[in-house]
C-alpha cells in the first residue's frame, strides 16, 4: 500500500504511522515528494483494516500499489530518481556516458583508455577486474590487482568507475575500489548477490538477464531496493531472441516502457547489444534518441588483441565520433553530454 500522508503532520506523527505498520508486519519504506511524505507499506505483514488507517489523523489517503515492483514503481516513487556519481547525475537531464574496456588487462591499457574516453567526454570509466566468461579457459580477469589499476587510472583521468562483480563474497572488495558497482546479465537473478550489493550502499548498475522479461528484471531491482539501496541503475544489453545476425537483440522498446512503470534511471549497452562494432554507434544513437538516459561503451584502443570483447569494441576515434553524433540528438531532447 502507498499512503500519502498530510502535508501538516509532523514528524512524530510519520513515525507513529510508521510504527504503527511495522507493528502490523509490514516493512515501510519511506519517500519525500514535492513536500509530501510517501510510505510504501509492503510485505506479507497480518492484514490491516485499510479502511481504519484511512481515517488515522496522520494519513491523508492508501492507496493500493499494484506493480509487484513497489518500491521501484512509479506509484512509490513518481519523478525520477537522479543518482549522483563522481561527475555524473545519472537520470538527470545530462545524459551518462560510461566507457572503457571489457576487461582491465595492465596499466597501460587501462590508462590509454581511460586517458581517451575522458577526452571523448565519458565521466564513467568501466572495466571488469572479475569476468564471467562463458567458457574457463577464456581470460578471467586480473582480479583485485586490476581493479587498483582500473582505480587509478579512473582518478587519473577525473573519472568515475563501475566494475563487474561475480561473487556475494567480492562485494566488498569491488566496493571498495568502485564508485558502482555492477551486477553481469548473468547475475541479474542470484538474489544473494542482490542482497550483498544492496549492504554495499553503493550504486548498482543492474544489466537485464539475457532471458529476462522486463517485471523480472524490474523484480531483481526491486531486491535491492527492498534491501535498502535505493541507487540502483538499470541497462539493457540485449536479450537472447531466434536472431543470430547480431550477438544480442537489443531491446530498445525496453526504454520508454521501464521509464513509464520505473522512476530508476536505464542506461543501453550497444556493445554486448549486438557484439559487433559497426552496429554499436546506430544503435547508441538510436538508444538516445529513445530516452535512455545514457550509455555502457566498451572501447579498447587495440581490439585486435583485447583478452576479452574485441569484436564489439569502438576504437577511441569511434567513440569520440559517436559522443559527437549524439550531441544534437541529446539537444533535441532537451538533454546534456
Ligand atoms: C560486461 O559488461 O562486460 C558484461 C559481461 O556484460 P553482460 O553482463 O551484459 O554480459
Ligand atoms: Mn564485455
Redesign the pocket.
Same mark, same amino acid.
Given at each position: 500500500m502507498l499512503l500519502r500522508i498530510r502535508r501538516d503532520a509532523g514528524e512524530a506523527a510519520v513515525s507513529d504511522v510508521s510504527d504503527r505498520l511495522r507493528l502490523a508486519g509490514l516493512a515501510v519504506h519511506r519517500t519525500d515528494q514535492e513536500g509530501q511524505v510517501r510510505l510504501a507499506a509492503v510485505g506479507q505483514g497480518a492484514t490491516l483494516d485499510w479502511d481504519e488507517v484511512r481515517r488515522w489523523p496522520a494519513v491523508e489517503a492508501a492507496e493500493p500499489i499494484l506493480a509487484p515492483f513497489p518500491l521501484a514503481s512509479r506509484t512509490f516513487h513518481p519523478a525520477d530518481t537522479v543518482i549522483t556519481v563522481g561527475r555524473c547525475a545519472v537520470g538527470s537531464a545530462q545524459l551518462a556516458l560510461m566507457a572503457g574496456p571489457?576487461?582491465v588487462e595492465g596499466e597501460q591499457q587501462a590508462f590509454t583508455i581511460a586517458a581517451a574516453v575522458a577526452r571523448a567526454g565519458a565521466t564513467v570509466l568501466?572495466g *571488469?577486474a572479475y569476468? +564471467?566468461r562463458t567458457s574457463p579457459y577464456s581470460f578471467q580477469g586480473m582480479g583485485e590487482e586490476g581493479l587498483r589499476i582500473l582505480r587509478r587510472a579512473a582518478d587519473a583521468h577525473g573519472l568515475a568507475l563501475v566494475s563487474?562483480v561475480l561473487d556475494p563474497q567480492q562485494v566488498g572488495l569491488v566496493a571498495s575500489y568502485a564508485d558502482i558497482v555492477?551486477? *553481469?546479465?548473468?547475475?541479474?537473478q542470484n538474489l544473494s548477490l542482490l542482497r550483498e550489493v544492496a549492504r554495499a550502499q553503493k550504486p548498482v548498475l543492474l544489466?537485464?538477464g +539475457?532471458a529476462a522479461t522486463i517485471e523480472e528484471w524490474l523484480m531483481s531491482a526491486e531486491h535491492v531496493l527492498a534491501n535498502g539501496n535505493r541507487q540502483v541503475i538499470l541497462?539493457e544489453? *540485449?536479450i537472447r531472441t531466434f536472431e543470430n545476425h547480431t550477438r544480442?537483440t537489443l531491446d530498445l522498446g525496453a526504454v520508454p516502457v521501464v521509464q513509464e512503470l520505473s522512476h530508476l534511471p536505464v542506461l543501453v549497452?550497444p556493445?554486448?547489444g549486438t557484439g559487433l562494432r559497426d552496429k554499436v554507434a546506430p544503435m547508441a544513437r538510436a538508444a538516445i534518441a529513445a530516452g535512455a538516459d545514457g550509455l555502457?561503451i566498451?572501447v579498447h584502443h587495440d581490439p585486435d588483441h583485447a583478452l576479452?570483447?574485441g569484436p564489439q569494441s569502438l576504437h577511441p576515434e569511434q567513440f569520440e565520433e559517436l559522443v559527437r553524433q549524439i550531441r544534437p540528438i541529446a539537444a533535441v531532447l532537451g538533454r546534456t553530454l
Open positions: 571489457c576487461a568501466r *571488469g569476468k +564471467p563487474e555492477q551486477v *553481469g546479465a548473468r547475475s541479474m544489466k537485464r +539475457p541497462c544489453r *540485449g544480442n549497452d556493445s554486448h555502457l566498451e576479452s570483447d
